[in-house]
């Protein structure tokens, strides 16, 4: 029987643990590699032959997200399993934008985190109608897309795709590097570019808005 290759990223050693046990002991399943963090498994990423990543969508330093979106191109045969907490919709659609297939619920039985797995390594995309839905909808919202990220610069971009994953100005000065003033003038410039007055309106004109839970 051939196995389904698995590498685990997850910051939550518990979580990590359980994952990795719960995977192990399927006879079809192998965890060759787990990680705490996104940079250690960016740095490792082509020294693995695997089939799919369950990725932690929400990490210190680089999170899910980005870790897609670095990892995937370099590798397009393999599947990216988002695993979270909550279903948030902005979230997940940017990790599916960035090249994850599906993504499973942490609070979920083991069961459903197997199926998830056989289900994205045999070609399938495990989410809920809400996530599938909010995908559909997306190809509605392109064109709109498409011009309003031509009117930002590409660090406004950066701040605006940080503001949807949920982080706060002092995080994204700290991931970026920059003052905590500095990402207050870009996101106003985000706001007046996009004519909007919230992180929500920003997120919703140019992501998309996404159906109510």
């Keep these: 029987m051939k196995k389904i290759k698995i590498i685990l990223v997850e910051d939550d ?27 250690n498994f960016l740095k490792s990423w082509e020294n693995f032959d695997c089939n799919v990543v369950v990725m932690d969508i929400n990490m210190p330093g680089k999170t899910g997200i980005e870790c897609v979106a670095e990892a995937k191109p370099k590798k397009p045969s393999v599947q990216f399993l ?8 902005q979230y997940i659609f940017q990790a599916l934008c960035n090249g994850a297939t599906g993504y499973v619920l942490k609070n979920n039985t ?22 599938a839905r909010l995908v559909v909808d997306s190809f509605s919202h392109k064109q709109t897309t498409v011009i309003n990220n031509e009117i930002l610069t590409s660090r406004e971009k950066e701040v605006l795709d940080l503001l949807a994953q949920g982080l706060m100005y002092k995080e994204i000065a700290a991931k970026k590097e920059i003052a ?14 996009l004519q909007v007055d919230s992180r929500t309106a920003a997120i919703n004109k140019v992501y998309g808005k996404h159906p109510e839970s």
């Design 13 to 39: 050693k518990e979580i990590r643990e359980l994952a990795e046990a719960i995977l192990g002991s399927e006879k079809d399943m192998e965890v060759i590699k787990t990680f705490s963090n996104g940079e």
């Design 82 to 89: 988002i695993s979270t907490v909550f279903e948030n919709p």
């Design 110 to 131: 083991g069961d459903k985190l197997v199926s998830a797995v056989r289900e994205i390594a045999s070609g399938g995309s495990p989410m809920s109608a809400s996530i």
């Design 180 to 193: 905590v003033e500095t990402v207050r003038k870009h996101v106003y410039n985000i706001y007046e570019k």
